[in-house]
C-alpha cells in the first residue's frame, strides 16, 4: 500500500488548508487512515483519524473545532480540512493508515503500529 499526500504549503495565521491522503490499495474493507504530525525537536503525535467501516473518529484535542477529518472509501482517500490555523500547527504532516488498528489508536504512543505511511508533507503557518 503506498500513500501520497498533497495541501501542505505557507498560510497566514487563521488561514486555511485542505491535505488529502491517497492509497493506492487496500487488500481489506476495513482500514484506519489518519494524520499524524512532527514538529523540528517534537515528538510524533496524532492529530486525526477515521475508520473505514463506521467513520469512528479521533481528534488530538489541539485540533479539535478546527480540524474535520473525513473520508472516500471509493477513493481509498482521506481528507484533513484544517480551518482557524495557528502557529503552533507548523509541522510535517505524515498520512498513515493500518488494516488492524482503529482511531482509538491514533496517538503518539501508537503511532510506530501504524503499517504505512506517506512522505509527508509540510506545513507552515506565519505571517
Known amino acids: 500500500v503506498q500513500l501520497v499526500e498533497s495541501g501542505g504549503g505557507l498560510v497566514q495565521p487563521r488561514g486555511s488548508l485542505r491535505l488529502s491522503c491517497a492509497a493506492s490499495?487496500?487488500?481489506?474493507?476495513?482500514?484506519?487512515m489518519g494524520w499524524f504530525r512532527q514538529a523540528p525537536g517534537r515528538e510524533r503525535e496524532g492529530v486525526s483519524c477515521i475508520d473505514s467501516s463506521d467513520g469512528g473518529t479521533y481528534y488530538s484535542p489541539s485540533v479539535k473545532g478546527r480540524f474535520t477529518i473525513s473520508r472516500d472509501n471509493a477513493k481509498n482517500t482521506v481528507y484533513l480540512q484544517m480551518n482557524g490555523l495557528k502557529p503552533e500547527d507548523t509541522a510535517v504532516y505524515y498520512c498513515?493508515?493500518?488494516?488492524?488498528?482503529?482511531?482509538?489508536?491514533?496517538?503518539?504512543?501508537?503511532?510506530?503500529?501504524?503499517?504505512?505511511w506517506g512522505q509527508g508533507t509540510p506545513v507552515t503557518v506565519s505571517s
Open positions: 490499495a487496500f487488500t481489506s474493507d476495513y482500514f484506519v
Open positions: 498513515a493508515a493500518d488494516l488492524v488498528l482503529d482511531h482509538t489508536y491514533c496517538t503518539s504512543t501508537y503511532y510506530p503500529h501504524f503499517s504505512f
